[in-house]
């Protein structure tokens, strides 16, 4: 990677800001003096220094976004995905979703470039709670609760695992309803409600595991997780 990308990513200012530190002469590479922009370095085997303070290279970044609707969950598409609404300056991380939601599902959504992480959290092994509030036109009972506590069948032959839901307003045909479930088929949440007979309005997904969205995120907005909430996907 150059030198002077390496040092605007590790929070040494712009690119412009960068070169004026290279020509005042205050980045060595293995102790030897770099001016040069463009210099490569290999930040895992040489030694970089900024005013003889290490540079403390970060290979993995993980971040929490509020996914807005209309974009698509996935690295490369003819229509803006998550990866898209990044700042360019994280591009050479090579960022993916953790997961998937539906182009109009809104809220939590990891993204990242480590792949153990998204082992950590994908793995069916692993059981990471996913938590949804979804708006739903009909009327959610309480035999609704029972039969997705149970499992429930879906069209096309597979059975959910037990999930829990629960009924949180109700008001003529509508009611707002949070699904919390264990697995991740595709349009799982949709496809439940479906299967006892009601339509999803609006989804959005508001917990990971043991880790609730920032409510203080804008949608499309994201930030970086701290140290302790990425160790509460790794401990588990
Ligand atoms: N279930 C759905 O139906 N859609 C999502 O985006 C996530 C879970």
Redesign the pocket.
Known sequence: MRIDKLLANMGYGSRKDVKILLKQGAVRVDEALVKDAKRHVDPSSEKVTVFGEMVEYRPYIYFMMNKPAGVI?ATEDQETTVIDLIDPEYAHYDLFPVG??????TGFLLITNDGAFNHALMSPRKHVD?V?IAEVDGEMTVEDIKTFANGVDLEDGYTTKPARLEILSRSGRRSVIRLT?SE??????????AAVGKH?ER?E?VQIGDLELDETLELGAYRELTEEEIQLFFNK
């Open positions: 969950s998937r939601l539906d182009k109009d599902t996913k949804y479930l991740g088929k595709y349009h799982q949440v949709k496809r439940m409600v999803v989804l997904r």
